[in-house]
């Protein structure tokens, strides 16, 4: 009993130094990436600056509550090919510890890790995320406005809708004409007047007494006259980072219930996880740990990206199958305990004749699958 006990305290010692490692690592990484990103945006002139950091911050736990299953998963992958490596892990088979007792042993580390990602996740994610689009939002409209300018074309936002008007006396404009350039109807709504105004996140445009132009590419060209029209406009945040995982940190969905399961259901990926890193973390002697270390960042992208397509998959129907994601749970829950149960990942490394091409493969397979996240 003894000598499982320095076991246990070894192994959970290993993976909590190295989650807390990788955990830093990554938050920095996602922190530079988005850093980046708004101060382009700020130079562009759409954010205001001192607002920036702000932002990040409100946005950390959003980043925590995807990062924290993603650490758990790379530390113990990490160390249970470590254990293979060294050989090390026929020290626990020699002193009665089976994989089995392995999982025993971390299941405490494991439990506070599930419970801090689904507070995370669950409760201070949404709140934090949405003081920042609150924040960015509130911002870009006052910055907006302070920079509108007389008998000059503006671009009110991200998709191209531009105004153009004669005076502004910080209420009201006026001889006001407005079009977005990327409608194909292409209509010029031509104004008296406009007051512009912020309601949940939207930027208002109330024309008064004007005419607009509907669908100027078509060959029967009317027009039609008002004395009050209403237009709104959203007011975003665009990034031009390649890679900025825009389905996974910036989605959009009207629906709450959705993003109430999507929040709920990053927590329960550490069970799969779990199974998962004792499959894919063994190892033959003196093989390295590159190799593995690349697997699981693709089996974590991977496992992602196919709860975000069954995430947009969502239509309103048939809810039940949408708690908490389960579906997609299931399948990889099923494959891990199935794998692990066969001992391994035997059968998977025989689908290539050699480490380099599945390396290769391995990494185009990340590319890809970030790429599709990031659209």
Same mark, same amino acid.
């Given at each position: ?8 305290? *070894? ?33 562009? =002139? ?20 995807? /990062? ?27 002193? =009665? ?7 025993? *042993? ?21 709140? @934090? ?40 006396? !910080?209420?009201?404009?006026? @001889? ?17 007047? /406009? ?14 007494? =004007? ?19 209403? *237009?709104?406009?959203?007011? @975003? ?36 996880? /779990? ?5 894919? !973390? ?6 390295? +740990? ?7 960042? #693709?089996?974590?992208?991977?496992? #992602? ?5 069954? %995430? ?10 949408? *708690? ?24 998977? %490394?025989?689908?290539?004749? !050699?480490? +380099? ?11 890809? #699958? ?6």
């Amino acid at each position: 009993m003894y000598k499982k006990n320095i076991l246990a305290i *070894h192994l959970n010692s290993q993976i909590f130094k190295g989650f807390f490692a990788i955990l830093f690592i990554l938050t920095a990484l996602i922190f530079s990436s988005r850093l980046v990103g708004y101060f382009e945006q700020a130079a562009a =002139g759409s954010l205001n600056p001192n607002i920036i950091f702000s932002v990040i911050l409100l946005r950390l736990p959003d980043f925590l509550a995807l /990062l924290i299953p993603f650490a758990f998963f790379l530390s113990l992958l990490l160390v249970i090919s470590e254990l293979y490596n060294s050989n090390g892990i026929y020290a626990y088979f020699s002193a =009665g510890v089976s994989r089995l007792r392995l999982i025993k *042993h971390i299941t405490p580390f494991f439990l506070v890790t599930m419970v801090a990602c689904s507070l995370i996740s669950i409760y201070l994610a949404p709140y @934090g995320k949405a003081l920042s689009k609150e924040l960015i939002a509130e911002q870009s409209y006052e910055d907006k406005l302070s920079m509108l300018q007389p008998n000059k074309l503006v671009n009110l936002d991200e998709v191209g809708s531009y105004l153009y008007f004669k005076s502004y006396d !910080g209420d009201r404009m006026t @001889g006001v004409t407005f079009f977005v350039q990327d409608d194909p109807a292409l209509s010029i709504i031509k104004a008296k007047e /406009l007051e512009i105004s912020n309601i949940d996140n939207k930027m208002i445009l109330n024309f008064k007494n =004007g005419s607009i132009y509907p669908d100027l590419n078509s060959s029967n060209q009317i027009d039609a006259s008002f004395k009050d029209l209403t *237009h709104s406009i959203e007011i @975003g945040l665009a990034t031009s980072n390649p890679l900025s995982l825009t389905k996974l940190l910036d989605y959009k969905n009207q629906s709450n219930f959705i993003q109430n399961q999507w929040n709920a259901s990053i927590p329960i990926m550490l069970i799969a996880l /779990l199974l998962l890193s004792f499959v894919f !973390g063994k190892e033959n002697p003196r093989s390295g +740990r590159e190799g593995g270390l690349v697997t699981g960042v #693709l089996i974590y992208i991977f496992y #992602l990206s196919v709860l975000v397509a069954f %995430r947009e998959s969502y239509t309103g129907d048939l809810n039940l199958f949408y *708690h908490f994601l389960w579906p997609v749970h299931l399948v990889f829950l099923f494959f891990g305990t199935l794998l692990f149960w066969l001992d391994g990942r035997i059968a998977f %490394r025989n689908l290539f004749s !050699g480490s +380099r091409i599945k390396t290769v493969l391995t990494i185009f397979l990340i590319f890809f #699958l970030l790429v599709w996240l990031s659209s």
